[in-house]
């Protein structure tokens, strides 16, 4: 099946920084790949998308870019918050989503 | 967005019990749900894959008879746990896929805790 590996599995930024958070997968039959910030003890939520024909998309402070050629893409947030403190996941479907380790984020006021 | 209710958030049983988590898409039809488990500070690990009206498929490790999987409706699909152990403690999601737009929408998750 398909292995996601993300990195880094936490990250620590002063308020109005940027963070970048970066997974690869190995299916190169993937072609969905949503980001998910979880709260704790809540359930994951989707915060933004990309498929595997489009190279980048944005929505207000978060971007995502995809490298095809090299499975790999990332998540950037701009101008953080302390509100944007969670766990973020990345995942990649080709059948089924998978997801990786996930990275804490900590935005420090 | 869609809504995908799991029932119940949270539950305490005794070892050798068996346990039912429901889950429910409730403004859509989803004949593709699955079944994530979490581990404190862990990733979400897939369980199985359940198809409405066919067997659920089992990811490699996952022991069938154990965590028995029913999706009867396109509207429902339940995990049982049968003869709980304190080592199936763990938080358990299910997800819902809409095929509108080809997203996936979580439930809010079931913390089982096996005494």
């Known amino acids: 099946g398909e292995n996601v590996e993300q990195h880094p599995s936490t990250l620590s930024v002063q308020e109005g920084d940027s963070a970048v958070i970066k997974c690869t997968y190995s299916?190169?039959?993937?072609?969905?790949f949503p980001w998910y910030k979880q709260e704790l003890g809540k359930r994951p939520q989707l915060i933004i998308d990309?498929?595997?024909?489009?190279g980048e998309k944005k929505d207000q402070r978060i971007a995502v870019t995809l490298n095809k050629t090299a499975k790999h893409f990332s998540l950037h947030i701009t101008e953080t918050q302390p509100e944007d403190s969670a766990v973020y996941f990345c995942?990649?479907?080709?059948?089924?989503?998978?997801f990786g380790t996930g990275t804490r984020l900590t935005v420090i006021p | 967005g869609a809504v995908v209710s799991q029932h119940p958030s949270r539950v305490i049983c005794k070892s050798g019990t068996s346990v039912k988590i429901e889950c429910r898409s409730l403004?859509?039809?989803?004949?593709?749900m699955f079944w994530y488990r979490q581990f404190p500070k862990q990733s979400l690990m897939l369980m199985a894959t359940?198809?409405?009206?066919?067997?659920?498929?089992?990811e490699q490790g996952v022991e069938k008879d154990k965590f028995l999987i029913n999706h009867a409706s396109l509207t429902l699909s339940t995990l049982t746990v049968t003869s709980a152990h304190p080592e199936d403690s763990s938080f358990y999601i299910c997800?819902?896929?809409?095929?509108?737009?080809?997203?996936?929408?979580f439930g809010s998750g079931t913390q089982l805790s096996v005494l």
């Open positions: 997800s819902a896929y809409r095929p509108t737009n080809e997203k996936l929408f």
């Open positions: 299916d190169s039959a993937s072609n969905y």
């Open positions: 990309i498929r595997s024909n489009v």
């Open positions: 995942a990649a479907r080709a059948n089924n989503l998978f």
């Open positions: 403004d859509f039809q989803a004949t593709t």
């Open positions: 359940s198809n409405e009206g066919s067997k659920a498929t089992y």
